[in-house]
């Protein structure tokens, strides 16, 4: 239990449309979220509310003289949780625009999130993070395809014109690429979710420092100045053995620093515990001088835990009084390890870790993106005459051509013309605005393990010079998923 009293608090004398969250982003506060993952629907919200009452406390503790702030974050709910609108408020109290509420698409109908966000910004909650929404544990690529997920880009333009102007929308990101086509597709969504109403990104979490940086950059010379929260995964030793071994999706370690984490899981629990504070601590501070607006801090499931991350966290805001001081320490924690999933390494710029500040002129590494095949060259150029209307017409017209160019699903809306002619239900989670962050390192998809789709767009819109089909705009997608 928390020791509440050695906590100052924060009074509330806010109007009920005032937003803490957002204001924060644009005063330049560091925000330090703790997750608070939305409970099984068989507790009762009693419960649950009096079990995570301690985190919520400590959101209201006095910051440090307005440098840094903490809320929570209310993730993404498990297939048989409770109502999240109806816990979080219950959780908030008198202080919901402290925090942020995802939204996630995974078997939700637009209908729903739309109903879900308008409650929730009803109840004050308007702070909202809209992802398609995470594969359940153990699921397969034909799990997936039974599975409806609303993209996140969709539902982001239709919260967007819903014309409820007190939502503050947000969307994940998953900068984790290392290959140039697998990075330039994550990017060219994110352009396409700012697009379709995004105001600020939470960055999937990842250790290696030079991809947020990089990340950072790319929105500044895009001149998106959209704020970041980096996520950040507590480590215990179960969760270090999962990441080792692969078992979170998106989210994978290079050699190097799964070899370092097996050897601290020979500490015990005390010293492992301490060596995962010091990392968490150091990258936060980094996250900070990168340019980051805060961090999003995944895994912390005891309040004296949060308690404990809020000081350290601050203290090292405080301790790194440049980024050079924050470099050199940075790279003595990790001596020579490499961060990247060596052989794949590419990093967009020549001079990230030079500076924190992006050069006066980006120097880009060049990014080869591999010519179309023969037979793709064909098979587009067919297409283009067969299916240039399909978007327009009934989806069930050419079916058989259409089966046998794009091996064709049967959904009731073709999008076709709108994704370089490259089905988007052969995607096992039904993307067509961009890809999700489950790519392996060599840009393979975690489920089906063969090439992601659209590192197969991406070589089309190459192929046509048309990159900027893969970033403009939206594609609708269907109501269903065909069998
Ligand atoms: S998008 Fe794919 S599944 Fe749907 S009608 Fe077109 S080709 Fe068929
Ligand atoms: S095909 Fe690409 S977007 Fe679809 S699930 Fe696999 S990695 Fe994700």
Sequence with gaps: MLKRDSVQMELNFNGSRRNRFRARLNDGVFQILAEVPVPGADSKIEDAVARFS???????SVTDAGATSAGLAFTDA???????VLFASALAGDNPDLHLLYLSGRGRSSDQVLAEAKHAAHLGLRNLCVVSGAAPANATAASLSRTYFLESVNALRILRDADDSAMFLGAGINPFKYTPGDAMVQYAKA?????????????????DMMKLQELRWHLWRRNFNVPLFARMLFLTQDRASALCSGRI???RVSPDLEAALKMEMRYSPAQFRAAQIRRLQLHAAGAHLLGYSGVQLSGID????FQTLLQRIREAVREF?????????????????ELAP?????????????????????????????????????RYFLSEILFRHAAELPAGERRLSKRLLAGCRSCDKCRLPMTFYVCPEHCPKGMANG????????????YTGKECIFIRMLRLSSLLRDFVSMENGWIEQPSFRPD
């Excluded at 498990?78 to 999240?84: F, I, K, Q, T």
Aim: hydrophobic share 35%; aromatic share 18%; glycine share 6%.
């Design 342 to 378: 060596y052989p794949y390494r590419y990093y967009m710029f020549e001079k990230l870790f030079s500076q924190a500040q992006p050069p006066d002129e980006f120097e880009l590494r060049n990014a080869p993106i591999a010519d179309c095949t023969r037979g793709e060259r064909l």
């Design 191 to 207: 352009v396409r979710k700012i697009g379709c109403g995004a105001s600020f990104f939470v960055v999937q979490y990842g250790w």
């Design 435 to 446: 890809p999700c962050g489950c790519s392996r390192p060599d840009g393979s998809c975690e």
């Design 78 to 84: 498990a297939e048989n949780a409770m109502d999240p």
């Design 249 to 251: 999706p998106g989210v």
């Design 302 to 305: 005891q309040p004296e835990l």
């Design 321 to 337: 009084a440049s980024f050079e001081d924050w470099l050199a320490a940075y790279r003595e924690y990790y001596a020579r390890m």
């Design 54 to 60: 301690d985190f919520q406390y400590l959101t209201e």
